[in-house]
């Protein structure tokens, strides 16, 4: 099948799956890079402090594995938790544009009940 068979039976489609793709991958490319970022920076960081804080840490392979992996971990799971953070931002204004119309509802209501009470 060529490109332009592809395209005449649901072009939309295969324009939106290519998009997605191309943003996934860009997501991955940056998410990459800050990995390789955090795994130089916690090579550096028993040296650093030892060298220029005085501290007496252990600069072993072990040593140097465990803060590579402490300091992936963290940046996955601060991931993790900004995922969740914009996901819950998206309910919450979702929720809130649902809930306005009951809310104009509501408030007719309880205007009209305090105009019949006096």
Known sequence: M???EALGQS???VIILFILFVIAIKKSYEILKNVILIAGAAILFPLVMNNMLGFSLSTSADAV????TAGVGLYLLYLFAKSIYTFL???EKSAKAAASPVRKVIKKKSAAQDNDAD
């Open 65 to 68: 594995v465990m803060y590579i």
């Open 11 to 13: 072009g939309i489609l």
């Open 2 to 4: 060529s490109f332009h």
């Open 89 to 91: 931002g998206i309910v």
